[in-house]
């Protein structure tokens, strides 16, 4: 069984700045595109981030500038940086993966359990 973790969130202050982690566990598989969505209630999950397992990576405009995802193929594990955080930034943060198991044909997408952002003096 293959498990996202995510950890990192909490209260930080406007300006704050904070690392989000998603760690894979299990065994017997692979990780294709990662990516970070965060969700606030009454609204849509929105992509935040995304990084492909070559490492490129794409932003929503909102975080453009503020915000770095990495991440560590040999630890399978993802990394989201952000800096100069905003009020409008408070919201339940979700690590993404394409995680194919090993004989399988497909790849699926796999959820973390989420983890809360809120920014507020």
């Known amino acids: 069984q293959v498990q996202l973790v995510e950890s990192g969130g909490g209260l930080v202050q406007p300006g704050g700045s904070l690392r989000l982690s998603c760690a894979a566990s299990?065994?017997?598989?692979?990780?294709?595109?990662m990516a970070w969505y965060r969700q606030v209630p009454g609204k849509q999950r929105e992509l935040v981030a995304s990084?492909?397992?070559?490492?490129?990576?794409e932003y929503v405009d909102s975080v453009k500038g503020r915000a770095t995802i990495s991440r560590d193929n040999a630890k399978n594990t993802m990394y989201l940086q952000m800096n100069s955080l905003k009020p409008e930034d408070t919201a339940v943060y979700y690590c993404n993966a394409g995680i194919r198991r090993t004989l399988a044909l497909y790849e699926y997408d796999y959820w973390g359990q989420g983890t809360r952002v809120t920014v507020s003096s």
């Open positions: 990084i492909t397992r070559r490492g490129s990576a």
């Open positions: 299990g065994s017997d598989f692979s990780i294709n595109t």
